[in-house]
Each structure stands twice: as structure tokens, then as C-alpha cells.
């Protein structure tokens, strides 16, 4: 049975806006009355089931009184607008900005001029951040200050609309090109054609004056082209620098958002075969480690930890991995520490080439996750091939094959590369020391590429026919 909206949004309460509540339950100027407090401490007390909710909650909060529906949606209605009014206010908290246009709305219809024109001073001020809320926050109050001084003017003179119509542009040109830049990478990890509409006419509007000038809109402008052209190396070089430069015009989620557009791009590269791009996507890992409010925005990703270990020990820094493991593991949340730890070791003692103890440390990973699961069997698959263990390796085939084929979590690009992986890594296998079959293999390989570590096969098939 499906919650109702009461129990979602209580479950969702932290313990310390629960108290926080409670203190606005009992706040004079709110108004509450004791029993729809009463319902809020019934409800936070344990859990209740399901199939008997209501009836549960209200035998809780009224004790011995008979059932009474219609007097139960009204204090289960009446709770519920207090917790939105709760929330809105958290909010506004939150958002300074969000609170100085509601504030400076009711300047406006109260015409208390001088406290308008002073907060109006401050909105427009700040140049700090350059994302597009904070554009948008812009244009907000320069509409409202065009409407209050049309009234005030009352047809005496022409307003000025230059500041309401530029903030307008810059709001829309920088959320369409930010908006174009998520469904451009959605659609290059799907694998799917999504239609952009004026996708020419806004990265050639992006370039000229005034926007030209605007850091956010040439960092999404440049990511936009080297998303929807993997070749326009120059366009990801300039993202990457714009980002280092003007980073601290953004705040935290939106430079990790920036930064993984970035990313991405070097794992397409990488995944095409090319190694330089190893190299890239390691220093943006260093540059974004280095970023001290970055690092403090929330946890680090179990994910991200993951992939700095794999391309810090592929570039064979070892010695800058172990002091990056022993650093950034606390980083993690506490109940993925253990996990990720063992997942790590073991893909560096692969790499070690101590195929047998990262086969028993893998033993030690919880593969509750999709995503650990097929990297752990990937090494596992790998580590057999090395050990030549043939009867091991080929279970290991069937039941990675077997994975892929029942995952519906994988997407369908990962299937591929990781059929395609095991179906060469089995070839060769097979092909023992048949140098044509290896040859063969070679050439298949090559003009496939949608292979999962296409360079290490290419290694080891290299390796296979003495190359």
C-alpha cells in the first residue's frame, strides 16, 4: 500500500528539523492547536502500519475518543500545511536570494521606495556568482524595478528596458545552453538521437557581444560543442580552463556537474582507444581534489573514489594512489568505507599482478551494487585469464554472460563492450598458440572498438602473437 503525503514528507524530516518543527508547533504566531500537535508527536513516535493508518494515528493522538474520518482529514490536512509552511520557511533559509525578491516584491507593493531601491542595489551588486539562478534572480528584480518605476513615472517618460531585456537573454541563453549540455550527454550514454531545437543558433549567439563576456555562458557554449563533437578537442582544452578560472562563480554541485561533463569526455576518448586521455581525465581528478569547497560539498562518491584509484594505478602512480586511498577513504560515507576499500585493493593487487589475492579480497566485497558486480567481474574474468585457469575462467564466462544477459540495471552500452570483452578474451583463449587465429582475433578486435579496456586486450592478444 502506498504512503499517503503526511507519512512521505515526515519520513523525509532529518531529527533535527523534526525538533526544529516541534518548536514552530508550539510558536504563538502560528497558531496550532493541541491536537494537531498531538497527531505530529503520534506519528514520530513508532511506525505505523500500513493497512491501518489512519486509525492507528488517531487512536495515538485522541486516545480513548471514537474514530471520526472527516475529523481526521481535516487535522491529517491541517498538519499538512503546516509542514509545507515549515519547509517553505527552511527554504527561504536557504536561499537568501529567494527571500530578497519576496521582500523586495513587498517594498514595491507597499511602495516603501528607499528600502527598494537599497535591496535593488545589493540584487543587482552581486556579481559573485555567475550561474543561472543567480541570472535569473537579476532579471527578476529588474522587471520589478521596471514596473515600479513605470508606475511611479505614470507616462512622463519612456522606462528603460536594457536591463530587464539583457538579464532576460543571459537568463535564457545560459539555462537553454545548460539544458541542451544534459540532454546532449544523456544522450551520448544512451546511445540515443534527441532533437535540439535552435542548437546552432545559440552556441553562434554565445559568441558574440555582450555574452561573450560571460564566463558561464562560454563554458556551457564550449561543452555543449565538444558534447555534440567528440573531434572538437580545442573546445574541451578551453572548457577545461574557463572551469579552473572561473570556478569560483559557481557553487559546489553546479563545478562537480561542469566537471563531470569534462570527464565524461575523456572516458569517451579512452573508451575509443586513446591513452592521452588517461592522463587529462587524472589531473582534472587532482584539480578537482584540490578544490577545498568542492571537497567540503557532501561526501565524495564511493564511484569517483573508484575511478581515481583505477586511472592513478593504470598511469602507474602507485605511491600518489596509496596516500590518496588512505586520505580520501573517510571521505566516503561511513557504511561504504569498508566496501570500497576492498574493491580498491583488489583492483590494485590485479594490477600488482598478484592475481590470487585480489581474488580473495574481491571474496570480501558486498556486491550489493550493479556497478560492483560488473567490475568485480571483470577482474575476476581478467585474473583467471592471467592465472591461465581454464575451467575457472570459462565459469567465470558463462556466469558473466549469464549476469548480463538477466541485469536489467546495465545499460545496454556496458552489455556490449562487456559482451564483446568476454567473446575476444575467450577467442583467445581458445586460439592457444594458433598465430593465425590470434591474427585474426587482432583484426576483429580492431575494427570492433566498443570493447571494455579495449587496450589491455589489445595487450594481451599483442602479447599472445610475441608482438
Same mark, same amino acid.
Given at each position: ?78 498538519? $499538512? ?31 516603501? +521606495? ?94 558574440? +557581444? ?244 579495449? $587496450? ?12
Amino acid at each position: 500500500m502506498a504512503k499517503s503525503k503526511l507519512e512521505e514528507i515526515v519520513e523525509k524530516l532529518s531529527e533535527k528539523e523534526r525538533q526544529r518543527f516541534e518548536l514552530y508547533l508550539d510558536s504563538p504566531f502560528f497558531k496550532v492547536d493541541g491536537l494537531t500537535k498531538s497527531m505530529f508527536k503520534a506519528l514520530t513516535t513508532s511506525p505505523i502500519k500500513q493497512n491501518n493508518f489512519k486509525e492507528e494515528l488517531f487512536s495515538r493522538a485522541f486516545k480513548e475518543r471514537a474514530y471520526d474520518d472527516k475529523q481526521m482529514r481535516y487535522y491529517i490536512s491541517n498538519l $499538512n500545511k503546516h509542514l509545507e509552511t515549515f519547509l517553505s520557511i527552511q527554504q527561504l533559509e536557504k536561499d537568501p536570494t529567494l527571500s530578497d525578491h519576496l521582500v523586495a516584491t513587498v517594498y514595491a507593493e507597499r511602495d516603501c +521606495e528607499k528600502s527598494f531601491l537599497m535591496l535593488g542595489h545589493e540584487i543587482s551588486g552581486q556579481t559573485e556568482l555567475a550561474d543561472a539562478t543567480t541570472t535569473l534572480d537579476k532579471y527578476r528584480y529588474a522587471e520589478l524595478f521596471l514596473n515600479y518605476t513605470g508606475k511611479k513615472l505614470s507616462g512622463k517618460s519612456t522606462p528603460d528596458y536594457t536591463d530587464t531585456l539583457f538579464y532576460l537573454d543571459s537568463f535564457y541563453l545560459l539555462k537553454k545552453l545548460q539544458l541542451s549540455c544534459e540532454l546532449t550527454n544523456l544522450a551520448n550514454i544512451l546511445q540515443k538521437q534527441y532533437k535540439i531545437q535552435l542548437s546552432d543558433e545559440l552556441k553562434s549567439l554565445a559568441q558574440t +557581444e555582450p555574452f561573450q563576456k560571460n564566463p558561464a555562458i562560454q563554458i556551457y557554449s564550449h561543452i555543449l560543442n565538444f558534447l555534440m563533437n567528440a573531434a572538437d578537442e580545442e573546445s574541451f582544452l578551453k572548457s577545461i580552463g574557463l572551469v579552473k578560472e572561473h570556478a569560483h562563480l559557481f557553487k559546489p554541485g553546479e563545478v562537480a556537474e561542469l566537471y563531470q561533463y569534462i570527464k565524461n569526455y575523456c572516458v569517451r576518448k579512452i573508451n575509443q582507444g586513446n591513452r592521452d586521455y588517461l592522463r587529462s581525465l587524472f589531473d582534472i581528478f587532482k584539480t578537482m581534489l584540490s578544490n577545498k569547497p568542492l571537497m567540503r560539498h557532501d561526501y565524495l562518491s564511493q564511484w569517483e573514489f573508484k575511478n581515481i584509484v583505477s586511472i592513478s594505478l593504470r598511469l602507474n602512480e602507485k605511491k600518489w594512489c596509496e596516500e590518496f586511498i588512505a586520505k580520501y577513504i573517510h571521505y566516503l560515507k561511513p557504511e561504504e568505507q569498508s566496501n570500497a576499500l576492498a574493491y580498491n585493493l583488489a583492483y590494485s593487487y590485479f594490477i600488482d599482478d598478484d592475481y590470487k589475492k585480489s581474488i580473495r579480497k574481491l571474496q570480501e566485497v558486498e556486491l550489493k551494487d550493479v556497478f560492483y558486480q560488473l567490475d568485480a567481474r571483470v577482474i575476476l574474468l581478467k585474473c583467471y585469464f592471467e592465472l591461465d585457469d581454464y575451467d575457472s575462467f570459462f565459469y567465470q564466462v558463462s556466469s558473466f554472460r549469464l549476469f548480463l544477459l538477466r541485469n536489467k540495471s546495465v545499460s545496454e552500452y556496458q552489455k556490449n563492450i562487456n559482451r564483446n570483452l568476454i567473446s575476444f578474451l575467450a577467442a583467445i583463449m581458445r586460439a592457444g598458440s594458433s598465430k593465425a587465429k590470434l591474427r585474426k582475433i587482432k583484426t576483429e578486435i580492431e575494427a570492433e572498438k566498443n570493447v571494455a579496456d579495449l $587496450n589491455w586486450l589489445m595487450n594481451k592478444v599483442s602479447i599472445a602473437l610475441g608482438e
